[in-house]
């Protein structure tokens, strides 16, 4: 098996730990080292560059993006660069013919992301993107229990991401603050991770929202190379919101300032007026909690058998592709 | 960064690398970042207008 040669734009945080990842795809997946191949990195200075492409033991690096979409042995490339860059990268990319692999949220908004989805459309090209939360074990098992028709219609859920990476008020200011370059602040960085796994593993589409915003932390320390006392930014938001479709309403929740929280997740469906959960499904600790709570379901990792299922049909969703 | 984190990277572009080497379904596609994206600007909507509002009427 031959996998397609990947291009790394950009190599910040996010970068290096999508690097990491490649670089353990062999390992867990018992393939040749060969087999994952990075052939170029492109940041927006040379000195990041080279470090990056020695870093990964590749061979090519380049202060503009387009120098690496212009080489032929290029067959995929994966976008970790701040948000405000998604859209104009992935358009480029398309148009070379390029398959695309990109960081969340997709882009600032809503006619950003349309044009990528557009772009690689005409391109014909695969696309994907990390909301790698899906793949946690208990969360695609809630999906397959969910596809099997476990918990028959789904009346309510909630979803929450707690996160503590943002509650010290004298952490300095990062992109991920900033409106222009975030396009958001919490809602953006990890709401979109929960609204993913409620997409996914349980309700499909939301058709409407109500939500309260806030900054809670509304100025910061500016980082030593802006050279300024304080910025500020857009801050951190504490959404809170609901979505509803089809009689099934629920709430997701993120925030960044979840004392003591470092990756915390949990999604449940409610059945009754909020009370007996089905389906609980949590990412801490390690990745394998998922729970079927009520006494006529089957024990997690069983599978659901014909007689267990409710015979009341999920009112029909688009829901996400996948496994 | 755990290594949960880092395996959960791990195995998304996994699926992304296996899907386009066999020709098949990637998931997610950026179209369902879209449907996220339009979720989190009507999330924002509301949060200003105080009121519901519709994922399609961000979509229009």
Redo the contacts between chains.
């Keep these: 098996m031959t996998f397609p040669t990947i291009g790394m734009i950009g190599y910040g945080g996010i970068g290096r730990v999508h690097g990491m990842a490649y670089r353990s795809l062999p390992f867990h997946y018992g393939l040749p080292a060969d087999t994952v191949r990075i052939g170029g990195v492109a940041t927006t200075r040379a000195e990041t560059a080279q470090a990056a492409a020695a870093e990964l033991g590749c061979g090519f690096w380049t202060a503009d993006y387009r120098e690496l979409l212009a080489r032929p042995e290029i067959d995929a490339v994966d976008i970790c660069v701040p948000n405000h860059m998604h859209a104009e990268i992935a358009e480029a990319a398309a148009a070379a013919g390029k398959h695309i692999y990109c960081e969340k949220p997709l882009a600032m908004n809503v006619a950003e992301a349309r044009r990528m989805v557009d772009a690689a459309a005409r391109a014909g090209v695969k696309t994907q993107m990390t909301f790698n939360f899906r793949y946690y074990p208990a969360v695609l098992r809630a999906r397959q229990l969910v596809d099997e028709g476990l918990l028959g219609r789904i009346f309510s859920f909630r979803g929450r991401y707690y996160r503590s990476s943002y509650i010290d008020p004298n952490k300095p200011i990062s992109w991920r603050q900033q409106r222009p370059i975030a396009g958001g602040g919490a809602l953006f960085d990890i709401g979109s991770h929960i609204l993913d796994m409620l997409y996914y593993a349980c309700v499909g589409e939301f058709s409407a929202v109500q939500a309260t915003l806030d900054t809670l932390i509304k100025e910061r320390p500016a980082a030593h190379w802006h050279g300024r006392t304080c910025h500020r930014g857009c801050g951190r938001h504490r959404p809170a919101h609901a979505a509803h479709e089809g009689g099934r309403a629920g709430r997701g929740r993120c925030l960044a300032h979840g004392h003591g929280a470092d990756q915390r997740h949990r999604l449940r469906d409610f059945r009754r007026e909020g009370r007996d959960p089905r389906l609980a499904v949590s990412t801490r600790p390690g990745w394998r909690s998922t729970t079927c709570a009520t006494p006529t379901s089957p024990p997690a990792g069983c599978a659901a058998s014909a007689s267990s299922r409710p015979s009341t049909a999920t009112p029909a969703r688009r829901r996400p592709t996948g496994r | 960064?755990?290594p949960?984190?880092?395996?959960?990277?791990?195995?998304?572009?996994?699926?992304?690398?296996?899907?386009?080497?066999e020709d098949k379904?990637?998931?997610?596609?950026?179209?369902?970042?879209?449907?996220?994206?339009?979720?989190?600007?009507?999330?924002?909507k509301?949060?200003t207008e105080g009121?519901?509002?519709?994922?399609?009427e961000?979509?229009a």
């Design positions: 960064m755990t949960d984190f880092v395996r959960t990277h791990a195995e998304c572009q996994y699926q992304f690398l296996k899907a386009v080497t379904p990637t998931h997610p596609t950026l179209a369902d970042g879209l449907h996220i994206q339009a979720v989190m600007a009507a999330a924002e509301s949060s009121r519901w509002v519709e994922v399609t961000m979509l």
